[in-house]
């Protein structure tokens, strides 16, 4: 709720990434990450690969949208996760492709979480509700051993930036994919700004 495509500024209000403890997710996570590659990412196919149906698509695939045309940053730092409406680390289809690309091309992932302070209908409520979901995935990424780095805005314009920043430094953006509210219009902004990939996977939608 609330991320500007050039948001940014500030410092990161925290960051986890605290090894993931044996066996279960965690470990499955720690394996996904630090794969080495032995393929491009799925979705960087040439434009018009899954146009129709086809049988080889799997239901991951069709819940995929690349916003640029970008190629892949070989040297950058890590594979970065925007996490815009789908807040949670679970049962999260975004996420899911952004672990898988890291480990396809042998990058860590960073996952970003921000809020800024003048969303529409921004509310005391809603800001609760948020901060609250951010407190509990910090300590869900921790478990995991994931890096979650949150932002947020305690000024106006003083996020203005940052994701930009942060996108530069990655080797592709993965975002949220949702039809509404001011998602789809900043994941736009941020591929047209970026100089890498923008992948917005659908979480939403029965495949």
């Known amino acids: 709720m609330g991320d ?6 500030g410092s990161l209000a925290s960051e986890h990434g605290a090894g993931p403890h044996d066996g279960g997710r965690a470990a499955i ?23 129709g149906y086809d049988p080889r698509v799997g239901y991951g695939q069709a819940r995929l949208r690349r916003l640029n045309d970008a190629r892949i940053a070989g040297g950058g730092d890590y594979v ?16 899911d492709y952004a672990l898988r690309c890291a480990g396809e091309i042998g990058k860590p992932l960073v996952v ?4 800024r302070i003048d969303y529409p209908w921004a509310s005391r409520r809603h800001h609760r ?6 407190q509990a995935n910090a300590a869900r ?6 890096s979650y780095w949150p932002f947020v805005e305690t ?4 996020g203005h930036g940052l994701l930009r920043r942060l996108s530069k430094r990655a080797s592709l953006v993965v ?11 900043q994941a736009q902004a941020l591929a047209r700004k970026v100089e890498v990939p923008v992948f917005a996977v659908d979480s939403n939608s029965v495949v």
Do not use: S
């Open 155 to 158: 000024e106006k314009g003083k």
């Open 29 to 51: 996570l720690q394996r996904r990450v630090r794969r080495r590659p032995r393929h491009a990412p799925h979705g960087l196919e040439p434009p018009g690969r899954l146009r």
């Open 112 to 115: 970003y979480e921000g809020l």
């Open 175 to 185: 975002t949220d994919d949702f039809p509404c509210f001011i998602v789809p219009a």
């Open 141 to 146: 990424a921790a478990e995991l051993g994931l």
């Open 80 to 95: 970065l996760y925007w996490m815009q409406i789908y807040r949670r680390l679970e049962r999260n289809h975004a996420l």
């Open 4 to 9: 500007e495509p050039e948001d940014g500024g």
């Open 129 to 134: 509700f948020v901060l609250e979901g951010m």
